[in-house]
């Protein structure tokens, strides 16, 4: 079984560009995570879906960010005028109905801001 | 809303050696725990899980224990080795339905040459 899927691996961008990530999750998993880990953090979670509603995005800052997931399958979390305090690792996560609790990660894109 | 520490920030060992990582949690009502590892450019591994209702769980090489009294969380790895050294996460689920995920900030563990 094929594991959540992420791309870019990497980004660079200079400050007020925009940059757009893609996930695949595995398939069947209908919860799909975006979470964001600064450098020497622990990921923070971001938003999340279920099929294609957003359950919580309390964390995802509306100004500059935005995430959809259309068919509850992939998903894209877009940052629109990025800024440096952006650069983080932003990873991907899903779950199954089965078993919520348990969340399985994507290898994450690595995103620098300069 | 939860909070999660976690200490040591680093920890190095010797090969063979055993380590301990502890996490100390705030809601009283969490009750599914987590630890990954995550290796330096991939994304994090689960590792192990516990529920509330349980204390102790043993994996390859580590053993996890739950103190819901303290609420602390802790990791023993037993007899380090190379494939050990990696950066791992705590993680708890709250008791409010939500699937947030709180992590704590990590422990990059290596081994002494």
């Known amino acids: 079984e094929a594991g959540v899927t992420q791309s870019p691996r990497y980004a660079v961008l200079q400050e007020g560009q925009a940059v757009s990530f893609w996930c695949d999750p595995i398939s069947g998993h209908d919860t799909l995570y975006w979470y964001q880990q600064p450098r020497d953090q622990g990921p923070q979670l971001l938003v999340y879906?279920?099929?294609?509603?957003?359950?919580?995005n309390s964390q995802l800052p509306s100004d500059r960010f935005s995430a959809v997931r259309p068919k509850g399958t992939n998903s894209t979390l877009k940052i629109q005028s990025a800024k440096q305090g952006d650069t983080a690792t932003y990873l991907c996560?899903?779950?199954?109905?089965?078993?919520?609790?348990?969340?399985?990660f994507g290898p994450g894109t690595r995103l620098t801001v300069l | 809303g939860e909070q999660v520490e976690q200490r040591p920030p680093h920890l190095s060992v010797r090969e063979g050696d055993s380590a301990v990582i502890i996490c100390t949690y705030t809601?009283?009502?969490?009750?599914?725990f987590f630890w990954y590892k995550q290796e330096p450019g991939a994304g994090l591994q689960l590792l192990m899980k516990?529920?509330?209702?349980?204390e102790i769980n043993e994996g390859q090489g580590f053993t996890v224990l739950l103190n819901k009294k303290d609420k602390q969380l802790s990791l023993n790895l037993t007899a380090a080795h190379p494939g050990d050294s990696a950066v791992y996460f705590c993680?708890?689920?709250?008791?409010?339905?939500?699937?947030?995920?709180?992590f704590g900030k990590g422990t990059k563990f290596s081994l002494i040459p």
């Open positions: 516990v529920f509330s209702s349980t």
């Open positions: 809601d009283p009502n969490s009750y599914y």
């Open positions: 879906f279920r099929d294609e509603a957003v359950i919580d």
């Open positions: 993680a708890v689920l709250p008791g409010t339905g939500s699937n947030r995920l709180t």
């Open positions: 996560a899903s779950s199954p109905r089965t078993n919520y609790a348990e969340q399985f």
